[in-house]
């Protein structure tokens, strides 16, 4: 007879089909449960386990609720972990089970190792049922009724997250562009206090800057006789608008954390790692090596610069899916989520500050995105499809910037080289994820490339 499947060999297998599961493309040496605590003891239970995932020489750190059953109802057959009963699964699926973070949230609950916080002042609601958020996430987001939004980190690094570091901040300046922060989870990780998850505000009649952005963009695509700035659906005015919020979310960072001067002699570094992603993402996409000479020509400018640079804390994973376009909230039109910085880079080095137009040139990838992402689907060998992908990147480019530096940012028109070298190695980045994440996707990042190193 075949010895039943350890929980560890069967989350091994599971670990790797799951959208945040950020080792793809390299294989597990072993899953190790590092901290098992019990928050529900009955069938159904459930388990807070922190996983520690080894690949090669390197350990990484992820979250689960793992739900426990007897027998497994088929609504929650798909959320399944291993075949044989007692049965596992991903509890995030079972609003039985979620309820119980709400209540220790409310009640500031201690479990074992994990605790649990509120905002000075928040009265939680704890009858609410969870749905697990389908957006495509490196986390995994439980929606409470339409009340709250408890995001649950997956791959966890010991320390404070940049996403709660950065919410509490704005919320202290009275920042009016972020969702409120209602409460948070903690526990003490390789001998930090580490975040564990948060509740947030739920922005109900909100939509996301890509859903928006890009029903522009089929508009356009839809009325080829128009110019973009006529044809229904011009995101222009949004954009504008997105830009007066981002500076204004800026400006909170600034005088929430400070503003300090990276020497000349730390840009040159700056410029020396971009060179080396560049490098890597070669390595990694020859279809990129093009672009290289360019490229690397912009991140020498940088080297150049003869200047300290002023620094500031920032979103630092900045794009049109990161900002939701409100109708709810007076005087905040557009309203930024996700501080956590680039999910691939460690904690420390996205707790960085940075120069402001780094956010901007995110941004402006997010509208290059946008333009492009639909191309392939449309016969574009004679439609001009592209032209019009170009003129709508442009004119919702310069909106944003527009908006911006209204706004008070700094002007991106008169920062050309620096935004410029930001915008590079954002897309090298780019070329990067979607070669590990999405491959058929790598088209986008590279298209942008062609037409803005031409
Ligand atoms: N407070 C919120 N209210 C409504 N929707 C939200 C909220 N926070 C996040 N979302 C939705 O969930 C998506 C993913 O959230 P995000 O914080 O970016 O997660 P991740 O870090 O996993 O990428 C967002 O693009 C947005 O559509
Ligand atoms: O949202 P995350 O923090 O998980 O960010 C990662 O995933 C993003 C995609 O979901 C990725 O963004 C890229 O694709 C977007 C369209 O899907 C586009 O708007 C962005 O400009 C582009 O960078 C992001 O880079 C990655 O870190």
């Keep these: 007879m075949r010895a039943p499947e350890r929980l560890e060999e069967s989350l091994a297998r599971w670990l790797p089909q799951q959208r945040w599961y950020a080792g793809k493309g390299r294989e597990i040496g072993d899953v190790t449960i590092v901290s098992d605590t019990e928050l529900v003891i009955g069938d159904p239970g459930l388990r807070h386990l922190i996983l520690a995932v080894r690949q090669g020489d390197v350990v990484d750190h992820y979250q689960m609720l793992l739900g426990t059953r007897s027998e497994l109802p088929r609504r929650l057959e798909y959320a399944g972990i291993g075949d044989e009963g007692p049965f596992s699964y991903d509890a995030v699926h079972d609003p039985e089970l979620t309820r119980v973070l709400l209540r220790r949230l409310a009640e500031e609950a201690r479990s074992g190792p994990l605790a649990f916080r509120h905002s000075p002042g928040s009265e939680i609601e704890t009858d609410l049922d969870s749905l697990a958020s389908p957006a495509e996430q490196s986390n995994t987001s439980l929606i409470y009724g339409e009340t709250y939004v408890c995001k649950l980190f997956r791959r966890i690094s010991p320390g404070l997250n940049p996403d709660l570091e950065l919410n509490r901040g704005l919320a202290e300046a009275g920042c009016s562009h972020v969702p409120q922060l209602h409460g948070w989870i903690e526990m003490e990780l390789a001998g930090e206090t580490t975040t564990l998850a948060m509740l947030s505000e739920f922005l109900r009649a909100a939509t996301d800057g890509w859903q928006l952005a890009t029903t522009s963009v089929r508009d356009l695509y839809g009325s080829a006789e128009l110019p973009a700035d006529q044809a229904g659906g011009d995101f222009s005015a949004e954009a504008e608008r997105l830009g007066a919020a981002t500076a204004s979310v800026h400006n909170d960072l600034a005088a929430a954390f400070g503003v300090a001067e990276l020497p000349v002699g730390e840009v040159r ?132 910037s527009r908006g911006y530096a209204a706004a008070g940012g700094p002007d991106p028109a008169a920062h050309r080289a620096l935004t410029r070298a930001f915008e590079f190695d954002k897309a090298v980045y780019e070329v990067l994820y979607e070669a590990h994440n999405r491959p058929d996707w790598l088209h986008v990042p590279l298209g942008s490339l062609a037409r803005l190193t031409a």
């Design 269 to 400: 570094e700056m410029a020396e790692r971009m060179h080396d992603q560049l490098a890597e993402a070669c390595a990694v996409v020859p279809a990129l090596k093009p672009y290289g000479e360019r490229i690397g020509a912009a991140f020498d400018d940088l080297a150049k610069r003869a200047e300290p640079m002023p620094v500031q804390r920032l979103h630092g994973d900045y794009h049109l899916g990161q900002v939701m376009r409100t109708s709810s909230r007076p005087g905040a039109d557009w309203v930024l989520l996700d501080f956590e910085g680039e999910p691939a880079r460690p904690l420390a080095e996205r707790r960085n500050r940075g120069h402001p137009l780094r956010d901007v040139a995110g941004m402006l990838r997010s509208f290059e995105y946008a333009a492009r992402f639909l191309l392939p689907g449309y016969d574009d060998e004679d439609s001009g499809l592209e032209a019009r992908a170009h003129e709508w990147a442009d004119l919702n480019r310069s909106a944003f």
